[in-house]
């Protein structure tokens, strides 16, 4: 009888390790992304000040019609949690040599118009948010894309 008892807790024991070592991915996803415009928007965030081409927002086009990888895309007057990782937005940030994260925003609209090799060749975004740790956490970590000018570039102060 104990011999079972001994056998039922070690196969416990060595589910709770393996799961343990099988687990998801922990993501933080305390970044929000709000869309205060009438546009679809979709957005990338990054460590360095320059789009390229493998950071297309897009997932692929197909029969005219666009499928748009969920995490990058907002819809108008909604809200979106951006995350990293097995790391935290904190540790994230601070790797990065100017010690500040940025978000490019890009309208629908615009990438239906034009490629995305021209938007990379042109660096054509609609917003370019660069934020610090400091200026994050100030925000609640929220980001709000409001109709700017073309190409524009604020550093939240």
Do not use: H
């Not at 540790?91 to 925003?105: E, L, R």
């Not at 042109?122 to 409001?146: C, I, T």
Request: aromatic letters at 14%.
């Amino acid at each position: 009888m104990q011999f079972r008892l001994f056998i039922k807790i070690i196969k416990v024991v060595l589910v709770f390790i393996l799961l343990c070592f099988v687990s998801c991915d922990i993501a933080d996803e305390k970044l929000l992304i709000v869309n205060l415009s009438s546009d679809t928007l979709f957005f990338i965030t990054k460590p360095d000040t320059s789009i390229r081409v493998n950071d297309y927002p897009l997932f692929y086009k197909w029969k005219r019609d666009y499928r748009y990888i969920k995490e990058n895309c907002v819809f108008p007057y909604e809200v979106k949690r951006d995350g990293v990782l097995n790391t935290t937005w904190e540790k994230a940030i601070s790797k990065v040599p100017d010690k500040k994260i940025k978000i490019f925003f890009f309208k629908k609209k615009m990438l239906d118009k034009i490629s995305w090799d021209q938007v990379v060749a042109m660096q054509k975004y609609s917003l370019k948010v660069v934020m610090s740790l400091s200026e994050l956490e100030k925000a609640n970590w929220v980001v709000r894309f409001q109709e700017p000018e073309a190409n524009s570039v604020y550093e939240i102060r």
